[in-house]
């Protein structure tokens, strides 16, 4: 039977449906417990919007702007990895257009299956494209790599900072999924290596003494921990200051992965543009808090001219409305794209980003606000009886 689908939920249940359990468990699940996972959603139901009336909002515009760039809403791609277990034959080019065509943007994940240059050339500069970068152990590939994305147009990087090491997903173990299944590929790291002019599979960096071969090895119970060798386990701020410097002078760089106000003060003092409030929707550290829930005391410590995004719980356009007012300045989607992709390819996420414009849209309007400048803290509220959480916590059902 034909499923309507009406909203970001209605494309997970769907995906559930059609895709093999593993590749499914692999896209919904997080760490240990999944007590984060679980309650980066439920936290938004324990803010509460306090609508404002008889005001006038026959005109609204969910237009904003980000270090000038215009969007088309407050509403983005946050960089994930691996699109082409979704769509194989388009892979990231696929979100990467839909992004184009309503006018946000759509951030790429070093571990694409797509290089960065595919993705430019697929949208054919209609596209507000970012990417994202790790820190690794070799140095130079790090910098190569982002110098990459600035010479194919990229407008900005995020550098993911909460990653030097990942969350045990413990649906991967029990469902083997200890390896990319062929035929994919992180192609950004391949490109890295035929460019040295070494063979693909059996290159190490000796600089860094990386394997590169090691991250489609299988060796480890769930495949994201094979890729964990890669990465700098020895980060300073230093390092941010250096990205700044090194690529970023004419590029905003975002530190993505902050959590508390001190991080978000020290990112900004190492000369970062802004920082996203993230913890890698669920899938890095179990029991830390949602993001909604740490995103006041951040924008408190670095000053609301200093841009604060935030991703991992969206699923709503009030989402979107409770985070706008609690000083957030975008918001970034995950695993709905995923879930999108699934199901209906660049067509799905292009009608699931329509869906959260909106979705916003009749929010703001709702709540008296005609463009995203009306939107302040003084909308959200917690309950008047005090509870601070909606429910008993359950471990979230896949």
């Known amino acids: 039977m034909r499923v309507k689908i009406c909203n970001a939920g209605d494309y997970q249940r769907v995906a559930g449906s059609i895709l093999p359990t593993p590749l499914y468990e692999y896209l919904a699940s997080g760490t240990d417990d999944e007590q984060t996972l679980s309650e980066n959603e439920s936290a938004f139901k324990a803010w509460y919007l306090r609508p404002r009336v008889m005001r006038p909002v026959g005109s609204i515009s969910t237009v904003t702007t980000l270090f000038g760039q215009r969007l088309s809403m407050p509403v983005f791609v946050s960089p994930a990895g691996v699109h082409a277990l979704c769509d194989e034959v388009h892979g990231e080019c696929a979100a990467a257009r839909a992004c184009g065509k309503v006018g946000t943007i759509f951030g790429l994940s070093q571990h694409a299956t797509r290089s960065i240059e595919q993705v430019a050339e697929a949208t054919q500069g209609n596209a507000n494209l970012w990417y994202q970068s790790y820190i690794l152990k070799d140095r130079e590939m790090t910098l190569r790599l982002a110098r990459r994305a600035a010479k194919a ?11 030097v090491r990942f969350g045990f997903r413990e649906a991967d173990a029990r469902n083997n999924f200890s390896s990319l299944p062929e035929p994919h590929r992180l192609v950004n790291y391949d490109d890295e290596v035929s460019q040295a002019q070494h063979p693909k599979k059996a290159w190490v960096a000796p600089e860094a003494s990386v394997d590169k071969s090691k991250i489609y090895s299988g060796q480890e119970e769930a495949w994201d921990q094979n890729t964990e060798q890669l990465f700098e386990q020895n980060p300073s701020w230093e390092d941010v200051r250096w990205l700044k410097r090194e690529v970023c002078r004419d590029l905003p760089l975002i530190v993505k992965g902050i959590m508390t106000a001190e991080d978000a003060i020290e990112a900004k003092k190492a000369g970062a543009d802004g920082v996203m409030v993230s913890n890698h929707g669920g899938r890095g550290l179990d029991s830390a808090l949602p993001t909604i829930d740490v995103l006041p005391e ?6 609301d001219q200093f841009p604060v995004l935030l ?5 709503r356009g009030t989402d979107v409305l409770k985070a706008l007012a609690l000083g957030a300045t975008a918001v970034g989607i995950g695993k709905p794209l995923f879930f999108a992709l699934s ?5 799905a996420v292009l009608n699931l980003l329509q869906m959260f414009q909106r979705e916003t849209e009749a929010a703001m309007a709702i709540c008296g606000c005609k463009s995203v400048s009306d939107v302040t803290r003084q909308l959200v509220t917690r ?5 601070g959480r909606v429910g008993k916590y359950e471990r979230s059902k896949l």
């Open 153 to 163: 147009g990229y407008r900005g990087i995020f550098l993911t900072v909460d990653s």
């Open 298 to 303: 951040i924008v408190a410590a670095v000053g």
């Open 311 to 315: 991703d991992s719980g969206i699923r």
């Open 343 to 347: 199901v209906g390819g660049e067509d």
């Open 383 to 387: 309950h008047p009886s005090g509870s």
